[in-house]
């Protein structure tokens, strides 16, 4: 198996029993007049992961890889919200509230969309989500285990919330995880570098961790 020279140690990497999982790069999150803006962030600073993750999808696509999207979202009648999610934060904007790119965080709207750098190929998985974890309340376990994939690389944000929920939901289903460190942000860039030494600490209680460059010498 391709070796990546990752942290804690190196990643023994299963191709061809790998999958890219690409979490939540949505207009919502990445483009003015999205949630992410609606909450008061720059959302210039996740924008730096787009071209690292457009250069990572490609890699995994040459490699023969299965690519799956996810995306934060609700059904239109809001069902699947919680209300204690509704209400967190107290915003004046929130999930479901109109906004220049449609209903907040609703799916079917333009802001829920992937950005078109990522846009998925015919076939991809597209998982939507209702939380923070890619695993919770949908069939993405199923998506996987029937491919028989084991390896997971990770890309997309938020680093600290809906990437590492991620990871650590598929650390306790069995997967083995490697977080690409350029292709993933925060509007905190110290959440971020917070959340890379949490995943990898102790071993790598949670996965490793690696720059874009060393995965592609790996491969």
């Known amino acids: 198996m391709p070796i990546v020279d990752a942290e804690p140690y190196p990643f023994e990497f299963d191709v061809a029993a790998g999958a890219l999982v690409i979490i939540d790069m949505q207009r919502d999150f990445l483009e003015a007049g999205g949630f992410g803006d609606a909450l008061?962030?720059?959302?210039?600073?996740l924008r730096g992961a787009i071209e690292p993750t457009r250069r990572l999808l490609a890699a995994a696509r040459d490699a023969g890889m299965l690519v799956v999207h996810t995306r934060?979202?609700?059904r239109p009648d809001l069902a699947d919200l919680p209300p204690a999610k509704r209400a967190r934060g107290r915003f004046a904007t929130g999930i479901g509230d109109a906004g220049p790119m449609g209903r907040i965080l609703v799916r079917g709207e333009a802001g829920h969309d992937i950005i078109p750098e990522l846009a998925p190929l015919p076939g991809d998985p597209v998982i939507d989500k209702p939380g923070k974890g890619a695993f919770y309340a949908t069939r993405l376990?199923?998506?996987?285990?029937?491919r028989g994939i084991t390896h997971l690389l990770f890309a997309g944000v938020t680093t600290e919330v809906c990437v590492q929920t991620s990871m650590r939901e598929a650390n306790d289903r069995g997967y083995e995880c490697l977080l690409i460190e350029d292709a993933t942000a925060s509007y905190f860039p110290a959440f971020k570098q917070a959340s890379l030494e949490m995943i990898r600490s102790q071993g790598g209680i949670v996965g490793?961790?690696?720059p874009l460059a060393a995965l592609k010498e790996g491969l």
């Open 72 to 74: 934060e979202g609700h």
């Open 208 to 210: 490793w961790t690696a």
């Open 40 to 45: 008061g962030n720059d959302v210039t600073l």
């Open 141 to 146: 376990s199923e998506a996987l285990s029937v």
